[in-house]
């Protein structure tokens, strides 16, 4: 039977050349007009990993039947400038270019395809067996590539993979999106994963609380469960970070001191990520790659020390890889990230990633509170009382003034 080509409606999102959302949702309580306003409204404030769920693109009936001879069903390893890495069901490893159409779509988007992306290909070029044909090519910042990079390209078998070329024609509708805003535009950093590891080093580069909670609220909004990884626990007293620890573990989300260096915690790390497919991420030198090679022996990812001067990292992965765990589930290292600026988050959309203030937020004498500058704040009140945390507190309103820019 021959395949009929169906053209399928691709949602595109809308241009979001829109004055600032600022204070749009208080308009929308504010006149209570038409309907206009509230659909509008309705539109904005969705989830952002529905987002992501629109483009796909259909070129026939059958997904393994193209214009030219059969699909293959894939995952996106990693991507590298044009290139990207796909293993397929078989095993099969493609280095694809992505149609034009998908990037076309992909409006908002910094890119097309992410790591983790399950898409469909169109092989195009000779296969061979050849280990050495898809490597990390120095790209990254000068240094990066050290002894250990060229073995950084693929966790498969000792004989090296089968490796062939091909066109990415399709993306599968993602789920479980790691997100943030790039210049304006989305930048999917990982799709269809089920956990964040938010890694945050005690010291070296110094702890930082705040990017924790824009780390909870990316989980949130991606469909992601947040593990708090807190490392380089053999720097520093553990016992002083235990409020800290405490205190996430009362919002649910399990943390962990762990220390790439000794191994403490590591099990207990490698425990959380069984089974499941999660993503490592936070800034540069604190030790996210560190801790993969030590819940993965054998991975050699490359590692760099911080900079004496300035306690930064120095950006030594410099993409998203998929990497598969022995103990089963995947993980991904990505790249160390300087800010984490939340992609198309309404200001109104933010107190929901702050679940501790949940009870309070029916009790503000505003319905539409921002709990911000209102008076009959209830939010407000909880942190005068101590019951909400005024570090989160403050969390919140860098955030809620992120998102009304
Ligand atoms: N003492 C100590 N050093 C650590 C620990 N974990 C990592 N390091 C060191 O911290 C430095 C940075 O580690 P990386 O694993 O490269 O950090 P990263 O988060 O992957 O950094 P990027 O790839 O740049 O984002 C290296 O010198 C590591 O040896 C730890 O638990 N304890
Ligand atoms: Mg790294
Ligand atoms: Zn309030």
Known sequence: MASKKKKVRVEMKKNRAKPPRGNDLTRVFGDGTGAADDAESGERVRAKGDLSRRRTVVESDDPAEGDAGPLVRGRVLRVHGLASVVEADDGTVYRCAVRRLLKTLATDERNAV????????????????????IRQTPGGPPGAEGPSTDDQGLMTNDQGPMTAEGLITRVEPRHGVLTRESRRREHVLVANVDQ???????????????????????????????????????????????????????????AVLTSAQTGAGVGRLRELLRGRATVFSGQSGVGKSSLLNAIEPG??????????????????????????LATGGWVVDTPGVRQLALWDAQPGAVE?????????????????????????????????????SARRYHSYLGMFRGAAE
Request: with cysteine; charged share 15%.
């Open 352 to 388: 929901g990633f702050f679940g501790e203030f949940r009870p309070f937020v029916p009790l503000c004498t505003f319905p539409d509170c921002s709990h911000t500058h209102e008076g009959g704040c209830a939010v407000k009140a909880a942190v005068a009382r101590r019951q909400v």
């Open 196 to 254: 964040l590891a938010i890694v945050i080093s005690l010291v070296q580069p110094d702890l930082k609380p705040h990017l924790i909670d824009r780390y909870l609220a990316a989980a949130y909004q991606g469909g992601l469960n947040p593990i708090l990884c807190l490392n380089k626990a053999d720097l520093a007293d553990p016992a002083e970070f235990q409020p800290l620890v405490g205190a996430y573990a009362q919002l649910g989300v399990p």
């Open 299 to 324: 991975l050699a990812l490359a590692v760099k020390s911080v900079s004496e001067v300035n306690q930064k990292g120095r950006h030594t992965t410099t993409y998203a890889q998929l990497i598969k």
């Open 114 to 133: 992410a790591t983790g992306d399950i898409v469909w290909l169109r092989p195009s070029g000779v296969i061979s067996h050849q280990s050495s044909v």
